[in-house]
């Protein structure tokens, strides 16, 4: 694979949050839109009367009244527009947000092709002075949509272009019209201005948008960028803390052999005569302080990710044999029955990890249980094999079932705790991740527990040069 590409994953990744991205800026965009348009509806509110005044008895009345009406109503059912908006989709993103939008977005171009057709009533037919004020005003709200309309450009662009066709038509309509070609230098300057004044709104409510756009992108990438912090900082602070718990359980049992081997040593000293006694004691504690190292060096080359995971075929039967013989005799030291059920299967696994993992299983069944016994046994399990590890045992109660996989974790006047380091099922959740078996459990409290690993079956069609990053991606890269 080029290394220049991008996994499939991270692409998809990119998309999904670009996506996101587009749609949280959207959704902002469109709420400063409706925040920023209530302004423009209050002074459309105050101008229409003022148009009214302004044109009463030089304009025709029938035609200024249907004007006033229409102006009104469209004004009106803005206002309606906006509170819909605050009411019921002020939160809305995605596909409602864009259904909003496309459904409402005729309001301001109709709302601009009213205000544009004003210049029907008073083009060369009110005196300078009345149609230079209704100039003004249409100028004037044209100008104020670059800041007020332009956070949607759907909306603007609607309202602009309808200010605009309104306004040339009706200047069309005045020279061909009602009076063909009378006065026409004048009013191709007229159509000129409104051409160039149009074109100059568009750019500018594109650049104006773009802008916002652009803050409000920064703005997203800011809040991803602290959250991100934020969970990593969180993170950094538990590991911090789960590490110092770490070494303070770690201290805490590996004074209590140590301990003893300084009073066995002295006792020794003391009273040399009681050598065969004391021996067994000190080989006892030795052994207790050895087994806390290893599990703490298996742990740490986990962490690390310096254990080789080899994927190979492995006989089940001839694994859960070896097994057999190193738990049965510890089993049997405490009265426990340690009996299996085994078929023949060929799996593809690690034969060492895997024996680690199982072994560790036993050894915690066996440590928790007083009386009756452990089971270990295989059966299929779908395209793979399945290996259970029953026992007796007190059980765990459902609030301790999945803090029991962490480092040190000891149930409290748990039987049999004291007699382990709380490492054992840790090492056990570490083994199943680099080797990529599945690893589950059922307790009940004081009848017993039931640990599963799903390992898959061995394929004799699969290519021996496939390493383990072929196979499973849990497993570790061999270096």
């Known amino acids: 694979m080029n290394s220049s590409s991008p996994p499939v994953s991270d692409s998809r990744h990119v998309v999904m949050d670009l996506a996101a991205r587009d749609e949280w800026v959207e959704a902002k965009l469109m709420r400063s839109f409706m925040r920023s348009g209530l302004p423009g509806l209050h002074s459309a509110s105050m101008v229409i009367p003022i148009i009214v005044v302004v044109l009463y008895g030089d304009v025709d009345d029938l035609a200024l009244f249907l004007w006033t009406l229409a102006a009104v109503g469209m004004t009106l059912w803005r206002y309606h527009v906006v509170n819909l908006y605050h009411r019921e989709y002020a939160g809305a993103s ?25 210049m029907f009533l008073h083009f060369r037919k009110a005196p300078v002075h009345d149609q230079f004020i209704c100039l003004i005003v249409l100028a004037g709200m044209a100008g104020f949509a670059v800041g007020a309309f332009s956070a949607s450009l759907r909306y603007f662009m609607g309202y602009t272009n309808g200010l605009a066709y309104s306004t040339l038509a009706a200047v069309g309509y005045s020279v061909m019209v009602e009076q063909p070609f009378i006065g026409t230098a004048a009013t191709y300057g007229l159509v000129v201005l409104v051409l160039i004044y149009w074109l100059a709104l568009r750019l500018g409510g594109k650049r104006f948008n773009q802008g916002l756009r652009k803050t409000f992108e920064l703005q997203f990438a800011n809040s991803a960028l602290i959250a991100s912090l934020t969970e990593k900082t969180r993170t950094a602070l538990e590991a911090v803390e789960a590490k110092n718990r770490f070494i303070a359980s770690a201290a805490h049992d590996l004074r209590q052999p140590v301990h003893a081997l300084s009073l066995y040593a002295d006792w020794l000293q003391a009273e040399p005569e009681l050598v065969l006694q004391i021996t067994p004691k000190i080989v006892q504690s ?17 962490d690390a990710g310096v254990i080789e995971v080899n994927l190979q075929r492995i006989d089940l039967l001839s694994l859960i044999g070896e097994l057999e013989l190193q738990y049965a005799p510890v089993a049997r030291e405490k009265g426990l029955a340690l009996r299996t059920h085994v078929v023949k299967a060929q799996v593809l696994s690690d034969p060492v990890l895997l024996k680690r993992l199982l072994g560790n299983l036993l050894s915690n069944a066996v440590r928790h249980t007083e009386r009756g016994g452990v089971l270990l046994a295989v059966r299929r399990a779908g395209e793979g094999w399945r290996v259970d590890v029953w026992d007796t045992g007190v059980g765990i109660a459902p609030e301790h079932q999945q803090a029991i996989f962490q480092e040190f974790y000891r149930v409290a006047k748990h039987n ?44 004799d069609k ?15 890269e061999r270096p």
């Open 94 to 118: 995605g596909a409602k947000l864009r259904a909003f939008t496309s459904r409402h977005s005729w309001t301001w171009t109709m709302s601009a092709v009213v205000w544009g057709a004003s």
């Open 286 to 302: 030795t052994h207790a302080v050895n087994e806390l190292f290893n599990s703490l060096f298996d742990l740490a080359k986990l």
């Open 462 to 476: 699969a290519d021996p040069t496939r390493g383990p990053e072929d196979n499973f991606e849990t497993a570790q």
């Open 416 to 459: 049999g705790t004291e007699e382990g380091f709380g490492l054992g099922l840790s090492i056990v959740s570490r083994l199943s991740e680099a080797l990529g078996h599945g690893v589950s459990m059922r307790s009940v409290p004081g009848r017993g527990s039931l640990f599963r690993v799903d390992i898959p079956a061995f394929d």
